[in-house]
């Protein structure tokens, strides 16, 4: 894994411009946060707040209208190549090319980074087979079923050993069972790794299982909340559910959140 090094977001804004209309839309009004290395982050909003839009720029696609996001002094819309292998983000679709076996779709990134053929080749296997599908090597994407895909996917990010992982409502369009096996899968994987995850969902639910913390967010996207589950127990999930669920709704912090 590359040094760990936080995250800092200050004063981030992004003001997008309709192509066709020519309107401003606002997906980020303000952002101001800072996450650890090694925290594992969830991250809860209305369609439509900015979360995506948030990730774009954490992975260097979009640059802020205002404001940073830095890491290690550095941010990934200035220096894109710089950070090339630190962040892996598994989406919403598994993003799988289709004419490549699973073994190939995941050594696509290490192919990316130059490293020699032999060892491509025993990290993707090493990965697919640590994710469940080490009979499944050789199978083309239409072969495997959604979550077998998704299991693709993680294998694919994490084989480029990135400092930091994001999820963008990877797990949400799977069945109950599988997606919180393998929502538990990629968290324990970052953990094991010393990784960042930040997991973007709409289910508080799963939020919730994930450990760390919640940044609840607005619309558009303010830190609505910052909510550290380590200070609630067992007992405390119904009400850490309805108060965040209130904090969503009405677009500004439940009192029971604050501490
Ligand atoms: N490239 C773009 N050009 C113009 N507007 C955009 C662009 N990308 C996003 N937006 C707008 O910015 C706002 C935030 O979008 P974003 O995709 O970040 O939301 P989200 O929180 O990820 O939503 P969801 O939960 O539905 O995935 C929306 O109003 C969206 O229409
Ligand atoms: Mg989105």
Not at 97 to 116: T, Y
Not at 155 to 164: C, D, E, L, S, T
Request: aromatic share 6%.
């Amino acid at each position: 894994m590359s040094a760990p090094a936080p995250i800092e977001v200050a004063g981030l804004r992004k003001v997008y411009r309709q192509t066709t209309t020519g309107e401003a839309v606002t997906a980020i009004q303000q952002l101001d946060f800072r996450i650890e290395p090694g925290e594992v982050v969830a991250i809860v909003g209305q369609t439509g707040c900015g979360k995506s839009t948030f990730f774009d720029i954490l992975i260097g696609l979009e640059a802020p209208t205002a404001g940073s996001i830095e890491i290690g002094g550095r941010t990934p819309y200035g220096d894109f190549d710089g950070f090339r292998g630190r962040i892996a983000t598994v989406f919403q679709q598994d993003r799988l090319l289709p004419w490549r076996s699973a073994l190939d779709n995941v050594r696509l990134g290490l192919e990316m980074l130059g490293l020699p053929e032999a060892q491509q080749v025993e990290r993707s296997r090493e990965w697919l087979a640590r994710l469940g599908l080490g009979d499944f090597l050789q199978a083309y994407p239409h072969e495997l079923s959604g979550g077998m895909r998704q299991r693709v996917a993680i294998a694919r990010a994490f084989a480029v050993q990135p400092g930091i992982l994001l999820a963008d409502e990877a797990f949400g369009h799977l069945d109950e069972v599988t997606a919180s096996q393998l929502r538990d899968e990629f968290v324990g994987l970052a953990r094991a790794n010393g990784a960042t995850a930040v997991l973007i969902t709409h289910q508080l639910e799963e939020a919730i299982g994930i450990g760390n913390r919640i940044l609840v967010f607005g619309k558009p996207a303010t830190l609505l909340a910052d909510v550290r589950l380590d200070g609630y127990g067992a007992d405390d999930t119904a009400l850490l559910r309805e108060a965040i669920q209130a904090t969503l709704q009405t677009n500004r912090i439940d009192p029971r959140l604050l501490q």
